[in-house]
């Protein structure tokens, strides 16, 4: 099979598009897909620098990615409730940057749902809904929420206006109307945001979702007036240093598949949706992954095998 795969740590340059590679065989409560499409995650590119490994410990050579679309090719012993030829979503174990991919955390695939939105959905929906019930946001609550008009923000700004939450959006000037039509109340970020954030919330804020990392905690904990049990960053790398909970990895199966279904069912009708930025053939990954890098890309970033 075909899939890009890298020996050592380090820049895009690392990473090599292999042709030939042994078709994984699926074990217990496994099964085999063949991949339709791979979402590109910020998280793709720090594994490949070694930034998180106390969350994604590497074994070389590895293959990169976390989520993906496709059709259900092999059953392992003891899998049951699927069959060669159902179309899924979810993450995989041996990486999606492949044309053939293990999993055993998976749920079906709406026929509505393009390969593309399917693979866009469970990193960004995980993430979302794992980080939305850490903080307990609830309804008539207010949520500062920054990086919001990324795959992960949109996601959460989408899922707390749902649940009756307010939601403050940091975003750059092109993405505030993106974020209008979500339901948030979008405001710059940079220089001033705390009294920008003030005058879109007077009564205050009741929780920090940080999705960004940019200099966001210092500014946060101001607006928490100190408190910081309910600010939690997916993105910051000096946290611990604010005394701030760093939440990475990924949440319990059960919950996992439970959120994972609801969110692909309200992708399907339309009430959730993940922003597509551009799709690349899988020989391009080094090309995704530097634009995710970037910070640049307006939307999720799909590979296609």
Known sequence: MEAIVYEEFGGPEVLRHESGLAVPEPGEGEVRVKVAAVGVNPVDYKRRY?????????????????????TVDAL??????????????????TGAYAEYALSELYVPKP????????????VAGETAARVLRLLDVREGET???????????SAAV???????????GTASEPNHA????????PVTYGEGLATRVRSAAPAGIDAVFDAAGHDTLPVSIDLMAGEKTRIIT??????AAHGIVFSGGIGAPGQVREDLTTQAKLAATGALTIRLAESFPLKEAAR??????????????????
Request: aromatic share 8%; proline share 7%.
């Open 143 to 153: 949520l500062l929420l920054h990086g919001a008009a990324g795959a992960v923000g």
């Open 288 to 305: 995704a992954q530097e634009l995710s890098e970037s910070g640049r890309a307006r939307g999720k970033l799909i590979l296609l095998p």
């Open 234 to 239: 997916i993105a910051a790398p000096d946290a």
């Open 76 to 93: 392992g012993p003891g899998v049951t409730g699927v069959r060669v030829g159902d179309e899924v979503l979810g993450w995989t174990k």
């Open 111 to 122: 026929a509505e749902l393009s390969w593309e939105q399917a693979a866009s959905l469970p």
């Open 178 to 185: 993106y974020l209008k039509s979500l339901g948030a109340i």
């Open 158 to 168: 989408q899922l707390a206006v749902a649940a009756g939450v307010t939601v403050i």
């Open 50 to 70: 070694g930034w998180v490994e106390e969350f994604y410990p590497t074994t070389f050579p590895a293959i990169p990615g976390l989520e993906f679309a496709g």
